[in-house]
């Protein structure tokens, strides 16, 4: 539902084509993102919150502008699997299965943090979630820049997301340095969760993709 206030005016707010991105809107996001901005972006089924992983102060503000409890970790996005030397330990051979299968798409993989990743991310769990998005948006986005970036849902705390800007709280709007408006977005399920560091792997949430083609991507 949209805040009670009503929308707040946002400036900074920029129409987007959701299957073809234009290339300036998208280097005008990833210059925010470069200057720890907060980015708010479409992705496959609710607006997403985008900001550069790597930097402690840009996490920060994504915790405040959701009103998020520390203890609640955040997921990132990254654009190729390459990027994940700089974020886990190892990858297993269940992950690399899964991401053969699945990557780009909703499919989230909880690895092993590597020890010098921001514990703001992992919330102090030692683990970390990471996707290749598929959303022709987001994977321009995560492509834009040579970071990982967030990729929690565009909402407060404990509310439901979001599948239009306009449908954004009044304070996230407001804190949110640009939006990328591609419309309403489908909604529906979320990423599939695996958790790849235990032995098998365990699916932590039921999500866009069905439980029975993870089995047989680890099979």
Same mark, same amino acid.
């Given at each position: ?63 405040? &502008?959701?009103?998020? !409890? ?6 990132? =996005? ?6 994940? *030397?700089? $974020? #886990? ?66 909402? &407060?705390?404990?509310? !439901? ?6 449908? =954004? ?6 804190? *949110?340095? $640009? #939006? ?40």
């Amino acid at each position: 539902m949209p805040d009670p206030q009503g929308p707040a005016p946002v400036n900074s707010l920029v129409r987007v084509d959701a299957r073809h991105p234009d290339e300036a809107v998208i280097q005008r996001a990833a210059k925010g993102l470069f200057c720890n901005k907060v980015v708010i972006f479409p992705a496959a089924c609710l607006y997403g919150v985008a900001a550069n992983a790597l930097s402690p102060q840009a996490v920060e503000k994504v915790f405040s &502008l959701k009103q998020r !409890p520390k203890d609640n970790p955040i997921l990132v =996005l990254v654009k190729n699997r390459s990027m994940l *030397a700089q $974020l #886990v330990t190892s990858i297993p051979p269940a992950a690399e299965a899964l991401m053969q299968t699945f990557w780009p798409g909703r499919l989230t993989l909880v690895f092993e943090a590597a020890a010098h990743v921001n514990p703001q991310l992992t919330a102090g769990t030692g683990k970390i979630g990471i996707r290749m998005p598929g959303h022709p948006v987001a994977r321009a986005l995560a492509d834009a820049v040579d970071f990982p970036i967030t990729g929690t849902s565009a909402n &407060l705390s404990g509310t !439901p997301g979001c599948t239009r800007p306009q449908a =954004l709280p009044r304070s996230i709007l407001e804190q *949110a340095d $640009l #939006v990328l408006d591609a419309g309403e977005v489908q909604g529906g399920k979320g990423s599939t969760i695996v958790d790849i560091t235990q032995s098998p792997a365990v699916i932590l949430r039921n999500g866009a993709i069905p439980d029975q083609k993870i089995f047989k991507a680890l099979a």
